[in-house]
């Protein structure tokens, strides 16, 4: 295969902040005004989850956003923030981010295995020095676990494994936020920090190892070789709020994993690696990207080289030479093990399906309902497209 380069500057000039923005599901506040500065809301009224402040509306390439509370960034910096919005597979973060700019900039998207940081100043090796770090106090447990369903059990039992973080280099955001720290088991050593802050803010600490790190937490405190469970989740919250609606079930050989948004095969592999006696389960979101995270966890506990391709209607999968598209309606695992005989080395505990992820479930927050047509209706659309298919 050809080597590759990606100039990330050349793809700025095409994906602006508000392409990206858009796509996630922010509006433009027209109240705020629109001239410089165009402010973008997640979320509508009192349930108003993140504001970005995007410079330069008219000028792709110079647009950059901040936030009140201090954080800021570019087109990339949004994009990494938000990786696992977009269904897009790779072997690092990179890799996935070079990708998505290149679907936004209409622009093929090839196997890169070079990359040129153009876009800006590469986050490069964690710092740790960069970060002042203080534990949690459970006297004193911050408001945002609680609005987010988090009781004081659920986090004085995860407490060992969590941090309140402040950055040195942020200059206008003096507070501490949830650090959730990153290891990748060959020790103690930390390799960087899933982020969450006010305001729907999250990010992660600069140079953070997300290509073979993960937050991983054993919240009864016994060895590695007892483990017998390993529970995979996109983000931090989530894997405490299926901790806490699944305490019982789960028992004390169980360990919690968060990806953090992103899914690097070394991320999973890494993980199991630590605990040798254990069961890794997806517990990803009920959403595209989370059942591709979860299938692709699946090939790789069962030893399989699986390709899983977009198509209009769903997904393509190869795989043990064969091609097969399945119902995105029923369950994919189901279906995947009787095309490829797979020996169920994973297991799932998914997300109720009227909601996207655990801590929806946890808030009891559902998706938007899909409402089927009554009875006349359907059969009025149905009489309408065979009439439209009539020769006359």
């Not at 679907?103 to 002042?132: I, L, T």
Request: aromatic content about 10%; charged content about 30%.
């Amino acid at each position: 295969m050809s080597d590759y380069k990606v100039n990330f500057r050349e793809m700025k000039s095409r994906v602006g902040i508000d392409d990206i923005a858009y796509a996630l599901g922010y509006r433009l506040d027209r109240k705020a005004g629109v001239g410089r500065y165009i402010e973008l809301v997640l979320g509508e009224g009192g349930n108003k989850r993140d504001t970005l402040i995007v410079s330069h509306p008219n000028d792709k390439a110079a647009q950059t956003f901040f936030r009140r509370d201090g954080s800021k960034g570019d087109v990339v910096t949004l994009i990494r923030e938000n990786l696992s919005s977009f269904t897009v597979s790779g072997k690092d973060e990179w890799q996935k981010i070079a990708k998505v700019m290149a679907r936004f900039a209409n622009m093929p998207e090839p196997e890169y295995r070079e990359y040129v940081k153009s876009a800006g100043k590469s986050p490069g090796v964690f710092d740790a020095s960069r970060y002042e770090v203080k534990p949690v106090d459970t006297g004193k447990i911050p408001g945002l676990f609680f609005r987010r369903g988090l009781s004081k059990a659920t986090v004085t039992a995860l407490s060992p494994f969590i941090s309140l973080i402040r950055d040195r280099n942020n200059g206008k955001f003096e507070g501490y936020n949830i650090g959730f720290p990153y290891t990748d088991g060959k020790g103690n050593e930390v390799r960087g920090y899933e982020i969450r802050g006010h305001g729907g803010y999250k990010s992660k600490a600069a140079g953070t190892d997300s290509s073979s790190s993960a937050w991983v937490a054993v919240p009864s405190g016994i060895s590695p070789d007892n483990v017998r469970s390993v529970f995979f989740c996109e983000s931090a919250f989530d894997a405490m709020a299926f901790y806490q609606m699944n305490r019982i079930q789960i028992g004390d050989s169980a360990a919690l994993a968060s990806l953090g948004g992103t899914f690097s095969d070394r991320q999973i592999t890494g993980v199991m690696e630590r605990f040798p006696n254990a069961r890794a389960f997806d517990c990803f979101d009920n959403d595209l990207a989370g059942r591709i995270y979860g299938l692709r966890m699946m090939a790789l506990q069962e030893g399989i080289q699986m390709k899983i391709s977009r198509t209009d209607g769903g997904i393509r999968i190869e795989a043990k030479g064969k091609v097969f598209e399945p119902d995105m309606e029923r369950p994919l695992l189901a279906q995947v093990a009787r095309q490829l005989n797979i020996r169920y080395r994973m297991g799932q505990w998914l997300p109720p399906k009227a909601f996207k992820d655990w801590n929806d479930c946890l808030l009891n927050r559902p998706m938007e309902p899909v409402i089927s047509p009554h009875k006349e209706e359907r059969e009025q659309n149905l009489s309408e497209q065979r009439n439209k298919g009539r020769k006359i």
